[in-house]
């Protein structure tokens, strides 16, 4: 069965940097694009970038240049998302989602990993 | 970036409605065009891809269409399990972007 399971919540302190894993199961890892969006409390969904685990070429929203890393770990089929200099407004839900293959649409999400950040 | 605005933000409706929501897109992106369905804490679901085409496993109650930069989503005859909020996505130029939101409650 394919799914995607994420690390558990984190809370932070305004400064640090937090790194969120994705781990894939129930296909091959290196088939698909994998992307990462956030959803603040009560907001809507914010597509923050993506990452090729195959060639590891990313791509990130011009919002998060120079904040966020995306990477992977081909042997255990993991991506992970770091973002660094963490701010009250990046309180949210972070989702990985498996891109389809085909388009840029996400047929497989993870259930979300809470990240609080508060001093 | 290309803005999607999703109309209406809240719909109420009964059990056995039909219930259209709107994604009008700020330029062209052909049908490169996604719907979601987001329920209370929970991961959103793939209901349509490619403006128009249903996912493996959504209940055909469930329909997209296009016309230029305006896309619609229709639920034929609203059931309870549908009461969530759903979004529409362009996947057609990064940033990809989503639109704002559609809440559909019980009436």
């Known amino acids: 069965q394919v799914q995607l399971v994420q690390s558990g919540a984190e809370v932070k302190k305004p400064g640090a940097s937090v790194k969120v894993s994705c781990k894939a199961f129930?296909?091959?890892?290196?088939?698909?694009?994998m992307h990462w969006v956030r959803q603040a409390p009560g907001q809507g969904l914010e597509w923050m970038g993506i990452i090729n685990p195959s060639g590891y070429s990313t791509s990130y929203a011009q919002k998060f240049q120079g904040r966020v890393t995306m990477t992977r770990d081909t042997s255990t089929s993991t991506v992970y998302m770091e973002l660094s200099s963490l701010r009250s407004e990046d309180t949210a839900v972070y989702y990985c989602?498996?891109?389809?293959?085909?388009?840029?649409?996400?047929?497989?999400w993870g259930k979300g990993t809470t990240v609080i950040v508060s001093s | 970036d290309i803005q999607l605005t999703q109309s209406p933000s809240f719909l109420s409706a009964s059990v056995g409605d039909r219930v259209t929501i709107t994604c009008r897109a700020s330029?062209?992106?052909?049908?490169?065009l996604a719907w979601y369905q987001q329920k209370p804490g929970k991961a959103p679901e793939l209901l349509i891809y490619a403006a128009s085409t249903l996912e493996s496993g959504v209940p055909s109650r469930f329909s997209g269409s296009a016309s230029g930069t305006e896309f619609t989503l229709t639920i034929s005859s609203l059931q309870p399990e549908d009461f969530a909020t759903y979004y529409c996505?362009?996947?057609?130029?990064?940033?990809?972007?989503f639109g704002g939101g559609t809440k559909i409650e019980i009436k």
């Open positions: 330029q062209g992106i052909v049908s490169y």
């Open positions: 129930g296909y091959t890892f290196t088939s698909n694009y």
């Open positions: 996505q362009q996947i057609h130029t990064f940033p990809l972007t």
């Open positions: 989602a498996r891109d389809r293959g085909s388009g840029r649409d996400m047929d497989v």
